[in-house]
């Protein structure tokens, strides 16, 4: 036995050996001395223990964990790893209440990990069992990526030094994938170096262990990731069920109310002067506006919580946009726009859900109509270039002071603010669902004080002999 500063090694067992520091490395053969070592432990309850081991193998650190010893490390011993945790430690620190709280399993949490060495994943496998975690596990990166791409996880557990494709790279396919790119990722390495784990954190981790790593402390730290991702997931939809209940009550009064406005217009109750009839169509554009506000966050939590569903039938592109124009006039005359639409294609057949493309595009006219200057001329523009067709809409605002301008596109991103306006940043997510759904584009261009068009595509239905719908 050898005393080295504040803590101990021990490199064989004797019965009755007195600890006397709040540390103590056994550099023994675990096996050989299970049942020395483990009476060494219970002898010293307030002692923490290491193993110092020539070989880390799977087996001598889940042994160790079993009987108490709290982190196995790599021999010899470095004093730099025992020197840093002795100047955190904090002497008579109080026992951690709620340490032996046991862990309640996860009715549902789908984890994935990837590493080359099948002991490290034997390994992993042991920490989560009992945890109602189900894993995916991966030793070639390169199977992984697929299955990343086309099905949801709700963590990541990846090595860093893979052949053909590292940790990092693994990471970056992660954010970049539609359905796990907010799914939280873990770096499990014996990499130390502090250069891999500031790497490890810039590609987005939340988390970096580094091997050998004490089981107990693994187990924690993938179960509190996971809890924190099931209550926010909790909380996101409770919030969406909230904007659908609140929204699909306040439908009723409204469709009433533009019923009975309508009904004013039509002279129903007496005649109406000219006067009364401009401010009557003032409250019906406002009250349109409201209506629209509300079927985008239904549309936003259907499309969010659901599968889309579409009805998919052949149209005349032109006259949905013709109609579109018609149900919107409202909206940019109370600002003096008026509206010009440019097209020399007599028709422009497409195979769509004609309320979705409906809803693009009144969304396209709205926030243009919005953000356009009093007085100003919007542009709707249709063509056709190759097999699709391209519809835009172009205004002479004040631009998107983004510094990607497609950023417009994603969930509750809105200038509405900025331009004392109001707005969720509803409809342009909407409407990239939509699009997107349709086999088509949807993209934006803008620059500041020099106005925004908006651009979609859609696929020609041309030569499939369909007839077209007359209903319009």
Known sequence: ?????KYQIIDKIFDGCKIESQLCILTTELKTNINSVKKLIQMNPQTRFWLSAKKLEREEILLANSIGIKNVIPY???EAVVNTYLKALKPDKAKSPGVNIPLQPFSEARVMVVDDNIMNIQLIEEVVRGLGITLEVYTQPVNAVEKIKNGKFDLFLLDILMPEISG???????KNSELNKNTPVVFISALSDYEYKIAGYNAGACCYVEKPYDVEILKHQIYNILKQEEIKNKINKARDAFYAMVTHDLKTPISAEITALQMLLKNNFGELTEEQKEIINDILSSVKFMKTMTDNILCSYSHTNTEPKFKMLPEDLKTVIESSI???????????????????????????DIIEIKRVINNLISNASEYAPFGSTIILRLTKSGGEYTFSVTDSGSGIKLDNPNDIFNANVTLAKERKKIGFGLGLFISKNIITAHGGRIFAESKENHGTTITFTLPAAEGKHITVNQHL
């Open 76 to 78: 010899p011993i470095d």
């Open 1 to 5: 036995m050898q005393d080295i500063q």
């Open 326 to 352: 018609q149900e919107t006039k409202y909206l940019p005359e109370e600002k003096e726009i008026s509206l010009e639409f440019l097209s020399d294609i007599p028709k422009a057949v497409v195979m769509i």
């Open 168 to 174: 990092f790279d693994l990471a970056d396919t992660i």
